[in-house]
């Protein structure tokens, strides 16, 4: 039972260690094809907005001190690990859930992925240390004041503009937020989350076109990909090939063609030499592409829905997370190569669902019996789940990581259940 009495000079020395000991399974750093992309950015001090401007601006800054991605994966490492200090040394004080949330980084789920230097990464980290502080001032019952609301809207400009979907749960935080300033007035609270929402989206349009436009760095229209793969999904799915013939690679395309290079991801579609299909190259084939899509979609919504849903469901509730890493660590062993499929396949998505609907009930429950706690449970959830519905129509293809910011909401809200179950 000692266990459970750690004092806090001791239970410090415990995060300081633990954190030590997350650093080094990585370090420096796993990189990808997407995060060298983004390093070839930095080093170049010239940017596009194929990838995060912010990111590659920051990695920049940070390459001048030390060269090479250690110093870009300690900052994503330690917004995680700022994000668990909150919970350990400022919102609990039950040893045994202050225990548990050291235990929080080295889920299977957050540990696979939590090496890699991913704009993914760099997006969840960002934002559960910023909901990770209003469920601080929740607990506490304190009024948000204009200066950490200031703080706030920094850290959210910066955090949503490194991924593209972060607009869509940015209302959430905002709304969040501004309850906390407004505290029992909805038409104020909800009148601010909109002003702040157009303010924040506002400057990210404009910084990284004075990056971009600064280094003459013209952007690759990355949402022409969404639309030809789509196009290709409503082809095979309608028997009819949608995508226009100015972006056709031969003479002829038939959706035999497509299907034989439709997976879940995009670039066997576009980006190889035997690939269909290729990028439009200028504004008049961008607008015929994008009048193809919709027409598509409205001739055949069906085949769309169907398109979306195969790569919702397939690319990132069934499919298994971590399987590149877990992989990479036990190559040395081939006899025991059948491992990964297993291991990877428990990480799917859809193994946590139904544990996270449990928990909102059990947070709704407590949220009618007026404990605070339940308010970080429901937002935390509200917001993995927002992510995880926005993603069947606005993701650029099909990938487990895409879900991990999902799963790192769901992931904290788990010591509040905690905390909720032993009331």
């Known amino acids: 039972m000692k266990l459970f009495k750690l004092s806090n000079k001791n239970f410090l020395i415990l995060f300081i260690g633990l954190f030590i000991f997350h650093v080094s399974l990585f370090f420096p750093g796993l990189l990808s094809s997407d995060s060298l992309s983004i390093y070839s950015e930095a080093l170049k001090n010239n940017y596009s907005l194929h990838h995060p401007p912010f990111m ?19 900052f994503n490492l330690v917004l995680l690990w700022s994000a668990i200090y909150i919970l350990c040394f400022k919102i609990f004080n039950e040893t045994y859930i202050k225990l548990s949330c050291l235990a929080l980084p080295f889920i299977p789920h957050i540990l696979v992925y ?17 909901a990770v502080n209003l469920a601080l001032k929740t607990i ?54 909109i002003i702040f929402y157009i303010m924040i989206m506002t400057s990210i349009s404009y910084l990284n076109n004075f990056l971009i436009s600064e280094k003459n760095q013209p952007t690759n229209h ?29 003479s002829e395309v038939k959706t035999e063609d497509i299907k034989k290079k439709y997976e879940l991801a995009w670039e066997p579609l576009v980006v190889y030499e035997d690939s269909p299909f290729r990028e439009a190259e200028n504004e008049s084939e961008r607008q015929s592409l994008l009048n193809a899509w919709k027409n598509a979609v409205k001739n055949h919504p069906f085949s769309y829905l169907k398109h979306r849903f195969h790569l919702w469901l397939n690319g990132m509730i069934l499919t298994g997370s971590g399987s590149l890493w877990i ?43 007026k404990r605070k706690y339940a308010i970080p449970l429901l937002y935390f959830n509200s917001i993995s789940l927002s992510l995880l519905g926005i993603l069947f129509i606005f993701s650029l293809a099909a990938v487990p990581r895409y879900v991990y910011f999902s799963v790192v909401f769901f992931v904290f809200s788990i010591p509040f259940s905690i905390k909720l179950l032993r009331k």
Do not use: C
């Open 56 to 74: 590659a601006l920051t990695w920049h800054f940070l390459n001048m001190i030390y060269e090479g991605p250690a110093l870009m994966y300690l």
């Open 114 to 130: 939590s090496g890699w230097i991913w704009k993914d990464i760099l997006f969840s980290y960002g934002y559960i240390l910023i």
């Open 140 to 193: 506490k019952n304190e009024k948000l004041g204009w200066k950490n609301i200031s703080i706030l809207t920094l850290s959210l400009i910066y955090f949503t503009e490194v991924k593209y979907q972060a607009q869509f749960v940015l209302p959430f935080v905002l709304f969040w937020m501004f309850q906390l300033h407004y505290p029992r007035n909805i038409f104020k609270t909800a009148s601010a989350a």
């Open 222 to 250: 990355s949402w022409q990909f969404v639309k030809i793969y789509d196009l290709s999904g409503i082809s095979i799915n309608s028997g009819k090939v949608l995508v226009p013939a100015v972006l056709w690679k031969k």
């Open 327 to 369: 992989e990479n660590k036990l190559e040395k062993y081939p006899s025991i190569s059948w491992v990964v499929p297993i291991v990877s396949k428990a990480l799917a998505y859809i193994f946590i669902l139904p544990i996270q609907f449990l928990i909102i009930i059990q947070g709704l429950m407590n949220l009618r019996k």
